[in-house]
């Protein structure tokens, strides 16, 4: 009887391992994007909600004292949720460059049609990536822009908060408002990338509700 060494039999008991942390991974990257996208969702949601306060500071300029302190606490809200939606979007930059490194690899193990075919499909999801993560680049940019348009206006009513100093300022604040309010409908936008990415690289799809 014929006994193969051990040493022999190690490559063969690694596979499985190895095909188990690519898995893992590629779920990873699909679990990072469903946190994209409800980060997303939050982060649109406080902004529209920072500036329904900035709204009630002007319609109620005979008192807008709780408004602005309401405006104060609200945009500190969405400066901390932007925050945490830049720092998964920074980590899911880090998942996606690992996950496409490890198919490199996997594709130094094809050969023939099917090498050809991985190779098509990284390539694809690669560009996909990419360009979804330009367009992400440009609108973190906005966002930045506008919260800073925000805190401009919160400094503005911190130092002077009375109807004169309101109504100075309704061209300014009117601006912020536009601002940001582009800035709500890009991150829709950008949801909306994110979610074709995941569909396009996901290991699961969602079924439409007929």
Known sequence: MKFTPLLCLIPLLTLP???QE????????????EKIEALIDKTAKELKEAVEQLNRIATEADKPRDAFED?????SDYKKVQATLAERIDHFRSVADTRFADWEKDLAKMQGDLKSISQ???????????DVDKKVRTIG???????????????????????AS??????????????????????QDMKADY??????TSETTTKSKE
Not at 22 to 33: C, D, F, G, S, V
Not at 71 to 75: G, M, S, V
Not at 166 to 187: F, G, H, P, R, W
Request: aromatic fraction near 4%.
């Open 120 to 130: 098509s499909r990284l390539d694809q999801a690669k560009k996909e990536y990419s």
């Open 22 to 33: 690519t898995a893992e991974k590629a779920r990873e990257m699909t679990t990072n994007l």
């Open 17 to 19: 391992l190895q095909a």
């Open 141 to 163: 940019a906005k966002l930045t822009k506008a919260v800073d348009k925000l805190q401009e206006v919160q400094t503005y009513f911190t130092t002077e908060l009375n109807a």
């Open 166 to 187: 309101i109504q100075a300022a309704d061209k300014v604040t009117a601006a912020a408002k536009k601002s940001a309010e582009e800035v709500t409908q890009a991150l």
């Open 195 to 200: 979610t074709k990415l995941k569909a396009d």
């Open 71 to 75: 405006f104060t606490d609200q945009l």
